[in-house]
């Protein structure tokens, strides 16, 4: 079975430094991984995956992130937080394996504070 | 286009009662899965439909059921309400296929039991 850890369940950054909120996973194939971000009283908000290919995958907002096969990891970064910025991050993993569908498979979740 | 969209928003019942919740992915979408959130458990997967058929269920008992229409339009129904099902239920549509990875989520309908 698959799973996803997010170690923090908060991170705090002042606006205009760079981020990164980590994400490490164990799923028995290839990851298919995934970031979302949900603002108060919404719905997830996809902001980018990796699938295969380059391990530095770019997305929406200025995002992005790197995916290290050796570790496990899927960290997602951007170069200068906004204040805006501030939601809670989900990192998510999908099984591949057949008869799985479409199943996402969450991380707990990292609330993000960009304080200005 | 327009996006997922869930009704009703928000939703109070009392212990005992049943629920239904509507979910109509974007337009196009045939894949619909449903997940609970919940401050103490996170996100959790409850089932997807694609074509009218279940094809994964989550760990769920057998008082969380869904359908799924011919126009891809998903309901969810809990039955006999417990306290610890006041959560927000997110539905997510997707172009299903092994290219087509994004799930695109809906704001969720917020039940609270009381």
Redesign the interface.
């Known amino acids: 079975a698959q799973s996803v850890a997010q170690p923090e369940d908060q991170v705090n950054v002042a606006e205009g430094n760079p981020l990164t909120v980590k994400c490490t996973y164990s799923v028995s194939g290839n990851p298919y991984l995934f970031w979302y971000v949900q603002y108060p009283n919404r719905g997830l908000q996809f902001l980018l995956k990796y699938i295969t290919g380059d391990n530095l995958v770019k997305g929406s907002y200025g995002f992005e992130a790197e995916f290290n096969k050796s570790q496990t990891s899927f960290h997602l970064k951007k170069p200068s937080a906004l204040v805006s910025d501030s939601a809670l991050y989900f990192c998510a993993v999908r099984d591949m394996t057949a008869n799985a569908g479409n199943m996402l498979t969450f991380g707990g979740g990292t609330r993000l504070m960009v304080k200005p | 286009k327009a996006g997922?969209t869930q009704t009703p928003r928000y939703l109070i019942k009392t212990r005992g009662q049943q629920v239904t919740l509507s979910c109509s992915p974007i337009s196009g979408h045939r894949?619909v899965?449903w997940?609970q959130q919940t401050p103490g458990q996170?996100?959790?997967?409850l089932f997807?439909y694609?074509s009218e058929t279940q094809?994964?269920k989550?760990n769920f008992p057998g008082r969380f059921s869904g359908r799924q229409f011919s126009n891809s339009r998903s309901e969810m129904n809990v039955s006999t309400l417990e306290l610890g099902d006041s959560a927000l239920y997110?539905c997510?549509s997707?172009v299903?296929g092994?290219l087509n990875?994004?799930?695109?989520?809906?704001?969720?309908t917020r039940l609270t039991v009381l």
């Open positions: 997922v894949s899965s997940y996170g996100l959790q997967f997807e694609f094809r994964n989550g997110l997510a997707m299903s092994r990875n994004e799930q695109f989520f809906g704001p969720g």
